[in-house]
T-cell receptor
Framework: DQQVKQNSPSLSVQEGRISILNCDYT??????FLWYKKYPAEGPTFLIS?????DKNEDGRFTVFLNKSAKHLSLHIVPSQPGDSAVYFC???????????FGAGTRLFVKA | EADIYQTPRYLVIGTGKKITLECSQT?????MYWYQQDPGMELHLIHY???????EKGDLSSESTVSRIRTEHFPLTLESARPSHTSQYLC???????????FGQGTRLTVV
């Protein structure tokens, strides 16, 4: 039973354009959401997060949007750069618990 | 900069062998985790620890065992490796009360 779903295995975007990565979750108890970025042969690195009390969090070129009623979050990268090419994992946590639940990842290709 | 290290990075081993995957962090984090990931799939939590002498099993059933004798060290052991254990193993750590985890580079294990 996948509690965090990233339905797009891959996404291809032209350099300079916007990349939008989507994530859906099923557990309404999740109250904190994170995005991790993973390059080949490396471990994931934390990118940006959002608390369930917010609907938007911005950090430079990266913005995460949260729609709690739809149980949906998205990561926007503007403008996209070739160095952004990586696998992006959505993750969710119930901070009253312990475990972080990860999605299967979306592979982003940014073409120069 | 995260300081969490996994060794070996790559391991090819025969069926029935005993192996230990090493994970060490120099950040003084209380929480440590082991995740298992197959290509294109979610990261699945297989073990975690709140601190020294604390170990718990995660969501994904695993035949591996872990120990936490020192804060900085969280090794994972397979007593008898099988081809079904072929996967990538990712170690991570975090502060108590902090949701962001720092990951090691991973160990890619192949059992032949």
């Amino acid at each position: 039973d996948q509690q965090v779903k990233q339905n797009s295995p891959s996404l291809s975007v032209q350099e300079g354009r916007i990349s939008i990565l989507n994530c859906d979750y099923t557990n309404s108890m999740f109250d904190y959401f994170l995005w991790y970025k993973k390059y080949p042969a490396e471990g994931p690195t934390f990118l940006i997060s959002i608390s369930s009390i917010k609907d938007k969090n911005e950090d430079g070129r990266f913005t995460v949007f949260l729609n709690k009623s739809a149980k949906h979050l998205s990561l926007h990268i503007v403008p996209s750069q070739p160095g952004d090419s990586a696998v992006y994992f959505c993750a969710a946590i119930n901070t009253g618990g312990f475990k972080t639940i990860f999605g299967a990842g979306t592979r982003l290709f940014v073409k120069a | 900069e995260a300081d969490i290290y996994q060794t070996p990075r790559y391991l090819v081993i025969g069926t029935g062998k005993k192996i230990t995957l090493e994970c060490s962090q120099t950040m003084g984090h209380d929480k440590m985790y082991w995740y298992q990931q197959d290509p294109g799939m979610e990261l699945h939590l297989i073990h975690y620890s709140y601190g020294v002498n604390s170990t718990e099993k995660g969501d994904l059933s695993s035949e591996s065992t872990v120990s936490r004798i020192r804060t900085e060290h969280f090794p994972l052991t397979l007593e008898s490796a099988r081809p079904s254990h072929t996967s990538q193993y990712l170690c991570a750590s975090s502060w108590q009360g902090n949701t962001e985890a720092f990951f090691g580079q991973g160990t890619r294990l192949t059992v032949v």
